[in-house]
């Protein structure tokens, strides 16, 4: 029985990671619709700006103005201890984002860092926080194309220290009534931006949408590589205390995509597996669009639609938002999340952590991945190696565990040894009608022998320590600190695939290993027998090949060392629990004197 439970666990973890690999790659979800309402929230009114220190670079010729704006193309490079990045004046946007250091200090992806936001692609498909305005495409594309005047910066190259923030005004006009303004207050301590923008038309706002992206995420990935461990850029968005995600497949055409929601937006952004970028309007915004543009292209030799997806999100005529453009880091997205007005509350920036079908169990697994996650990064501090980490935590909780195990184990061997009885009595009753006095006798017993091996009690231990080993999955493939983390020899990497696959393999191995040493009860159909036989060879196999040997090295770790310390565990189990008894031959059909039930003290001492 104990047998069947662990094929059930094994097929449930085919049914959730398939299904989410299906979701991912094949059927991305498009605009879901919510029938909350929520007030729109108040406007944010700008802070004042200390000055930062600028690096002055060489000899800069000087602008000219005029009531047309003849700018000079320029390009502003911003850096601070954290990030670096590119401001155009053509079009006033951000071309280039690359992250180099967590707030805590430690390098990432060094010693370049990793760019999130690529000014080739700026260029060829427009910057971020170029303007989207459907209502005038014309003037759309004349802000866009045009050369911005960089207000009150002579330098082309800015440092901006922790602790200060960094004010880039820029400003545009037609001479012929069209007058437009943006304003970046960049802050050198952390990720996030003060952004706002205003345009005119002879005298009266034009509503604006600002856009993000495209692909923000980390560049280094290939099309090629996306799939259920790694995502593709997608746009993340709250409503209604929920974040709801879309892909470029919502966009059909070349016309972009309008997601409009009878609950207000909160906040809307464009994020991969770790990294984010999202905006925070000053209001509310009623919709949202999203742009995609598909182009083929040949990545290693092969022909691939490669997808330039991009984000447009309303703001208001010159008020603040608020911008985060960093890592899906839980403390970073709590502390930001407070200070941009959005609380702790359900949907806030926390949330674009993607749990994929768990989800729907958030309330469960938020906890529970914070807890896992504080005890890796604890035992992190011994180590020094998050792959040693995963291998003192998977250990920690198995033996955790091991009395749960350890009761499991004991009472599925009390349920094998009394399915000899069980059989019998249901033999006897198939021969026997509805309405003869011994079928209450024969029901009688065999409540009885159910409640003396009951496999729900021998299931309620391993069910508790399903949240628990989910928390652990979870935070092993969407949780930052292990990316690109080293362990051992050729494991240089415990976000990526194990490029040799031992790993995999030797998990497969111990799979089949511990299910041949889980205790189950005989079966008296020989095909039945052979069917759970071959059993303990596929799931393992198919769950191996189809799931785990493209998985990170560091699932595939935690997956590895938890069957081999079941192995162990269940060894131990076998060895000191004996393997069940079958008892007594009981009563012949039509002697009244003898029962087919055991005696309670018989049957315990059959399972040790």
């Known amino acids: 029985m104990e047998k069947r439970l662990v094929l059930f666990f094994l097929v449930s973890a085919t049914i959730f990671i398939g299904w989410h690999f299906l979701t991912v790659r094949?059927?991305?979800?498009?605009?879901?619709?919510?029938?909350?309402?929520?007030?729109?929230?108040?406007?944010?009114s700008p802070t004042p700006v200390p000055s930062a220190t600028v690096v002055p670079p060489g000899p800069v010729a000087p602008q000219t103005t005029a009531p047309q704006t003849q700018a000079e193309a320029r390009t502003i490079h911003i850096e601070t201890s954290l990030w670096k990045g590119k401001v155009s004046s053509q079009g006033?946007?951000?071309?280039?984002?690359?992250?180099?250091?967590?707030?805590?200090g430690k390098l990432i992806d060094p010693p370049n860092g990793v760019n999130l936001l690529s000014e080739k692609n700026s260029q060829e498909f427009g910057g971020t926080l170029r303007f989207y305005i459907p209502a005038d495409v014309g003037l759309e594309k004349e802000l866009n194309s045009a050369r911005w005047e960089v207000k009150d910066l002579p330098q082309n190259q800015v440092r901006i220290p922790e602790g200060q923030r960094q004010e880039i005004r820029l400003a545009y006009s037609n001479g012929s009534g069209v007058e437009a303004t943006k304003t970046l207050i960049f802050d050198?301590?952390?990720?996030?931006?003060?952004?706002?923008?205003?345009?005119?038309k002879n005298g009266q706002p034009v509503p604006i949408q600002a856009v993000i992206g495209p692909n923000f995420g980390d560049q280094s990935i290939k099309p090629t590589e996306y799939g259920v461990y790694k995502t593709p850029p997608r746009i993340s968005y709250s409503l209604g205390g929920k974040v709801k995600r879309d892909y470029a497949a919502s966009v059909?055409?070349?016309?972009?995509h309008r997601v409009e929601q009878p609950v207000p937006i909160a906040w809307a952004g464009m994020d991969d597996g770790y990294f984010a970028m999202a905006l925070v309007p000053a209001a509310k915004a009623k919709d949202i669009h999203l742009i995609n543009v598909r182009r083929n292209e040949k990545i290693d030799g092969k022909d691939v639609e490669h997808n330039y997806l991009s984000l447009a999100v309303p703001i208001v005529n010159g008020q603040v938002s608020h911008i985060y453009a960093g890592p899906k880091d839980i403390p970073t997205l709590a502390r930001v999340s407070e200070e941009f007005g959005l609380g702790n509350q359900d949907g806030n920036l926390v949330d674009i952590l993607d749990y994929g079908i768990f989800t729907w169990f958030a309330w469960i697994f938020r906890p529970l991945t914070k807890l896992m996650l504080a005890a890796l990064l604890w035992i992190h501090t011994f180590t020094h190696n998050y792959g040693w980490a995963i291998v003192v935590l998977t250990v920690a909780i198995n033996m955790l565990f091991f009395p749960l195990r350890w009761k499991s184990s004991v009472t599925m061997k009390k349920a094998a040894a009394l399915q000899p009885q069980m059989k019998e009595l249901q033999e006897k009753m198939k021969k026997l009608k509805k309405d003869d006095p011994q079928m209450l006798e024969l029901q009688r017993q065999q409540l009885e022998l159910m409640k003396q091996g009951n496999i729900l009690t021998g299931c309620l231990p391993l069910l508790l320590q399903m949240p628990f080993f989910t928390a652990i999955y979870l935070i092993l493939t969407v949780s930052i600190e292990v990316r690109k983390e080293p362990f051992i020899l050729w494991m240089k990497d415990l976000s990526s695939p194990d490029p040799i696959y031992l790993l995999p393999v030797i998990m497969c191995a111990a799979m089949i290993l511990q299910t041949k040493l889980t205790p189950t009860p005989p079966s008296a159909d020989p095909a039945q027998a052979q069917a759970q036989k071959m059993m303990q060879y596929v799931m393992?196999?198919?769950?191996?090949?189809?799931?785990?040997i493209r998985a990170p090295l560091g699932l595939v770790l935690y997956w590895m060392v938890g069957n081999i310390v079941g192995v162990v565990q269940q060894y131990v189990i076998n060895k000191i629990t004996p393997a069940p008894v079958p008892p007594a031959e009981s009563a012949r059909a039509g002697d009244g004197k003898k029962s087919a039930l055991p005696r309670k003290k018989e049957v315990e001492g059959t399972a040790g």
């Open 26 to 44: 094949f059927f991305p979800p498009g605009p879901a619709q919510q029938q909350a309402q929520t007030k729109v929230a108040s406007p944010v």
């Open 252 to 256: 059909k055409g070349s016309e972009p």
């Open 92 to 104: 006033g946007v951000l071309t280039e984002w690359t992250m180099t250091r967590f707030t805590d």
């Open 188 to 200: 050198g301590s952390g990720y996030d931006i003060s952004y706002t923008a205003e345009v005119k």
């Open 540 to 548: 393992p196999l198919m769950l191996t090949f189809f799931f785990f």
